[in-house]
């Protein structure tokens, strides 16, 4: 019973995933007369309710696991090393789980209202989640790579459901660049295993730790190889630059809630295996140091990827295309963190909490674009939300709220995101790499506030067609609850910043 409940919160979900699979395939569909070919036509609003609860479910499993402990769980120590699972992971579940229930809510109300009404979203969403919960627990280099895949092949569908060119131009773009990076890990894991005979990462990181000692046949050359191989790779899913080329068109080209769950769930997960492989795998003294590490490299692919994003994001005319820039520069301020972890005891806290408040600010900034458009009447442009304040104030003032927290204004989640990350920097004795990611965060403040210009100052240009929101409960619940938790991470962010203490890796010594 340990074991099961120990794995419940990735269990449930992908039970949850059949069951839905099953009712997606055999309900009757309220369109079946004129749409046969597609059972689960018109059926948005009971699959995204179905696909929320499950994840809802696992996010109280997580819950509970946290609560009881998974260190007072005996026997649960038998799924290592490919499954690890301790509180790292549990607390990761929960906010993949709680991210993916935000991105169901949304399509719920987003697919129907805009002829999308693909009933294989909710499936694939449940699939991709349920990937990207056992990646966050990989703790071998087969389990990782399988449930990379498993996340990835997942979010590649959701990309290209859209019947467009664009979207899919978009699927490809990300199919061929993400199976390209997947390659390099491939051939990054077969190099550990033929240095080091391990696949698992504890094994590898004992391995490379004997390099220098007597005896030690470990070979130094494709340890560096694969370790350049790997972070190329990851880097890829987190979309940091010069890795960042699929993003933009990907998150302009898929349904807007693919975009929030590909912003959210793919990008946590891919930073939680980063911090685990780094960490567990690569942790050893001489590569996690300034002088011959990777915290080097990682630095300066931090500040490229905050300064670039920032500098390109100012320039869009699309709001979502500008969303998507915001995300890898954001990228780029959790990457400060994981450098941070070199030599700050709260590194690692300070990207768990990072990616937590970034979680419900993003989802609720996408939420809030989808809300702000019906169709034929969509928010795409900056000029598309000129004058919506006055027209519909509660429209935009969701819109700001999650808006000023993606810019790290107080009281919202993201000022304390922002400020532990800097503040673990600061400790690091990183003094310059936190300068420059405050004055990256100054510069990204000038793209959220022009949203907040148009909104309330600007009028309508003369015959356009302004944004009309849409008029969805599903939708509307999301933005609801994403506001409560951004507020309320933001007013007593205490208890999550001490979740996310508790919740670092921490390397068994042999």
Known sequence: MNLWFGLSPILSVGIGTLLLMLAEAFGKSPEASTNPADAGSGRSGELALGAAVVLLVGTAFSIGVWMVGPENLEGLEVTRPYLVMDRFTVFFCFVLTLGGAFAALLAGGYLPEHGIDRSEFFPLLLLSTVGAMTLVAAGDLLSLFVALETMSLGVYCMVGLRRSPRAAEAALKYFLLGSFAAALMLFGAALLYGATGRTDLEGIGQAIKTIGQPGSVVPVAPILIALVLTLVGLLFKVSAVPFHMWTPDAYEGAPTPATSFMAVAVKAAAFAILLRVLIVAFG???????????????ALMAVLTMTVANLVAGRQTSVKRMLAYSSIAHAGYALVGVVATMRSADGQASVLFYLLTYTVSTVGAFGALIYCGSRGAEATSYEDLAGLAKRHPAAALAFSVFLLSLAGLPPTAGFFGKLYVFRAAFDAELYLLAVL?????????????????????????????????????????????????????????????????????????R
Not at 284 to 298: H, V
């Open 284 to 298: 050893d003294e001489r590569l996690m140091n300034w002088g011959t590490g990777w915290p080097p490299a990682l």
């Open 437 to 509: 990611g405050l004055l990256n965060s100054l510069l990204g403040a000038y793209y959220y506030l022009r949203v907040m210009v148009f909104m309330y100052m600007r009028e309508p240009a003369p015959g356009a067609q302004p944004a009309v929101p849409m008029k969805s409960a599903f939708v509307t619940s999301a933005l609801v609850l994403a506001a409560v938790l951004v507020f309320a991470l933001g007013i007593a962010p205490g208890w999550s910043l001490d979740m996310a203490a508790a919740a670092k890796i921490v390397v068994s010594v």
